[in-house]
């Protein structure tokens, strides 16, 4: 009898135990409590430990966890996302796709508590923490298979806050610059509609966004899907800015450099908001502090960012340049540009290829005269030896133009009236009289 009474005992005190640390360490839902204090849990703990199961108490413990998130957690964040009816702007603006994640951190959060009793009571020496373990888990079962629509919503929204980002930049330097005399300025600031949100400036609801923008950043980062979640569309985006801002500002305007301006731009502009998203605004008190293995990202993207610029600047370049060669020399300071382009990218093919169909489709049919051939001619050879001193991107080009009037039969004749012009040598015996002639 006294076994038996030991016995029932001893199984009491064991499913108390259990009792204890299974309903300490899970999270009550639609009530506040504090996890079990060290002292509790390391009683309870004692007495699994005294009958040989305390070992399984973590292993419950994440299997649990991830029941919740496939049960419970993971279908209930997705929701916010399966509307039909609604489509990425809504979710994007109205701040849905805040209130999603703050449920999800808040469902998250719940468990870090005990996550923390449990590191505590964890054996020394384990390379991987817990808390790293349950965030592995977590990103793992929720993130893996990321729908489509989620990354329009996504997208949507941080294109939201990059224009409302924009907007305050030029509030502030309208501020700055208040007795400017910006046209462009005075024109912005007569419309009555926010640049930003596209409403009308008495409605303006940028500051909202940019709110929702920081809360969104600091939850995404807390959970460590930052990057995970927002990386693509804020590469896009900001891709398609710098795309449509070379665009605007350096189409067809030869007569000056814009390297310089947009390298500018882009630091103070564009890598300004990246910075923001990934640590917060500085001096303020939402500033995160990043691991170096983010700053490495992050200074890698730049690098690439940078890259995008020149490339993007020297292929809207080589699409103009058979019109950048008919301006010669007005059109040196973007030939300038380009050649630095061109030391920066890969783009001398493509330079190849887009002015020899250029010089093809423009330049070499039967309207053109012989002489407009020719002069074309001498200025393609002056552009491109600013571009490339070598010759190579001439030999590339020029044998197209050189074997084309080889066709022609008043080609030797016009080069000898411009060779006998009274008016003090054509350009055509100046390039003839040079050390490295051109050639026909």
């Known amino acids: 009898v006294r076994w038996f009474e030991k016995m029932a005992a001893s199984v009491e005190n064991l499913g108390a ?40 108490i973590e292993e419950w413990f994440l299997e649990s966890m991830q029941s919740d998130l496939r049960e419970n957690i993971g279908p ?15 979710h994007g ?20 508590p005990s996550v923390e009793v449990l590191e505590r009571l964890r054996q ?21 298979d990321i729908p489509v629509r ?19 930049l030029r509030r502030k330097d309208r501020q700055v610059n208040e007795d400017g005399d910006n046209v462009e300025e005075e024109e912005e600031e007569d419309s009555l509609t926010c640049a930003g949100c596209e409403r009308e400036k008495e409605c303006c609801t940028c500051p909202e966004t940019l709110t929702l923008f920081h809360q969104l950043n600091t939850q995404l980062h807390s959970l460590g899907l930052l990057e995970r979640v927002c990386g693509e569309a804020v590469t896009a985006i900001i891709h398609d800015r710098i795309q449509q801002h070379i665009q605007n500002t350096c189409q067809g305007e030869f007569e000056s450099q814009f390297l310089h301006p947009l ?87 493509t330079l190849v290829s ?16 012989t002489s407009d051939v020719l ?8 552009s491109l030896r600013v571009l490339d001193p070598t010759g190579v991107l001439l030999e590339l080009v020029g044998d197209k133009i050189r074997h084309y009037l080889r066709t022609r039969d008043d080609t030797v004749r016009k080069i000898v009236e411009g060779l006998t012009e009274e008016e003090g040598g054509s350009d055509l015996a100046d390039e003839l009289m040079r050390g490295d002639p051109i050639s026909l």
């Not at 300004?272 to 917060?280: D, I, N, T």
């Open 17 to 56: 135990a259990w009792s204890t640390v299974t309903t300490g360490l899970l999270p009550c839902v639609g009530q506040t409590k504090e996890p079990p204090t060290d002292d509790v849990l390391k009683a309870a703990m004692t007495v699994l430990d005294h009958h040989g199961v305390a070992f399984i």
């Open 76 to 90: 209930k964040f997705w929701a916010h996302f399966n509307s039909e009816t609604n489509g990425p702007k809504q």
């Open 93 to 112: 603006v109205d701040g849905t796709l805040v209130v999603a994640f703050r449920e999800l951190h808040a469902s998250l959060s719940a468990y870090l």
């Open 124 to 144: 020394e020496g384990l390379k991987q923490t817990l808390k790293d373990k349950v965030l592995l888990i977590f990103k793992a079962l929720l993130f893996y």
């Open 150 to 168: 989620f990354h329009g919503v996504v997208r949507e929204f941080y294109s939201c806050a990059f224009k409302a980002y924009e907007e305050e």
């Open 263 to 349: 390298e500018k731009w882009l630091q103070s502009k564009v890598l300004s908001w990246l910075h923001l998203v990934f640590k917060g605004a500085p001096g303020q008190p939402g500033e995160r502090q990043v691991s170096a293995k983010t700053q490495e990202s992050l200074d890698r993207w730049q690098t690439r960012l940078l890259y995008f610029l020149y490339q993007t600047y020297g292929t809207l370049r080589i699409s103009e340049m058979f019109d950048v060669i008919v301006e010669f020399p007005d059109s040196m300071s973007a030939l300038e540009d380009l050649k630095m382009c061109l030391e920066k990218t890969d783009l001398r093919q």
């Open 354 to 369: 887009s002015l020899r169909s250029a010089i093809g489709r423009r330049l070499l049919q039967p309207g053109a005269t």
């Open 375 to 382: 002069s074309q001619y001498i200025l393609l050879v002056k």
